[in-house]
């Protein structure tokens, strides 16, 4: 059996077919900063005290909504292969995001999504 | 790029299954001819509602339709609301590959927004959409890259 990986959830991302007025309910409502001031445009919410940043996706016309969380790791791609062993499916590839974030996306093998993460620098 | 519509006869009288836009309005126009031989490329422009110039960029891929346009001409065609979004969808994936085979390509949704004329969260739906297909692969900051050229071609 191999060790399990340290891979804290540091990031959360709800996946919206109106992200805009997602956004504009967790704001007015929670209070949420929310800024989108980056290359894809990502909604990113910042991380309250005692909280974790999180952001918002945008999802295609009458797909199903729902909430992600990310795990930050050494190595995405060694991570996604030992998930992968485990059970797992890749939805999203290893992906080099434009701010230098290395990202993919996967299924447990409860068809539950799940995201990795390799923060840049 | 190929909508995901069910494969059965749509009301403009085509199978439906894998038609980009401009391959439904080739394929409709073709039909109506069938029936009527003088049915007119303006006859058909002017009950899309669109001009007749338009017709003939959309008819040869070298224009992406807008949201908007996508919705008209698919209520004009007589397409259900999802085959509509499936056609949106398409047509904005279609505009994003072009962007990205441009040589002044900038792996920047906003910049992929700009030239497409797409909003931003469509642009992002179409990236996401590519990753997913394994159709885009981004392996650096600035390397991204179609592994279908022909995701960009009309």
């Known amino acids: 059996m191999n060790t399990p990986l340290a891979a804290p959830v540091t990031h959360w991302q709800i996946l919206s077919t109106d992200p805009a007025r997602t956004a504009s309910f967790y704001g007015r409502v929670f209070g949420w900063q929310i800024s989108a001031d980056n290359a894809m445009g990502y909604r990113e919410v910042a991380a309250a005290p005692g909280g974790i940043r999180g952001g918002i996706w945008p999802l295609p016309p009458g797909a199903p909504g729902g ?11 060694a991570s996604a292969a030992a998930a992968v062993a485990e059970g797992a499916s890749v939805i999203v590839p290893v992906t080099a995001l434009p701010d230098g974030d290395v990202m993919a996306v996967l299924l447990d093998p409860l068809g539950q999504p799940f995201g990795l993460v390799q923060k840049h620098g | 790029m190929r909508t995901t519509f ?86 904005a994936r279609r505009g994003v590959c ?20 797409l909003p931003l969260d469509a642009v992002n739906v179409a990236l996401q959409r590519l990753l997913v297909d394994r159709m885009l692969v981004m392996r650096g900051r600035r390397d991204w890259q179609l592994q279908n050229p022909l995701e960009a071609q009309p």
């Open chain 2, 6 to 91: 069910g494969a059965r006869p749509g009301p403009a009288g085509h199978k439906l299954g894998a038609m980009s836009l401009h391959q439904l309005l080739t394929a409709t126009l073709a039909r109506r001819r069938a029936v009527n031989p003088a049915y007119s490329l303006r006859a058909f422009a002017q009950s899309l509602g669109v001009h007749h110039a338009t017709l003939v960029r959309l008819m040869g891929g070298r224009t992406v339709a807008k949201a908007g346009c996508v919705q008209r001409l698919g209520r004009r065609l007589g397409l259900a609301d999802a085959e509509i979004q499936q056609l949106g969808l398409s047509e």
């Open chain 2, 98 to 117: 072009r962007a990205i085979t441009r040589r002044d390509f900038r792996p920047d949704s906003r910049w992929l927004a700009a030239v497409t004329g």
């Open chain 1, 67 to 77: 909430v992600q969380l990310f795990m930050t790791v050494p190595d995405v791609a």
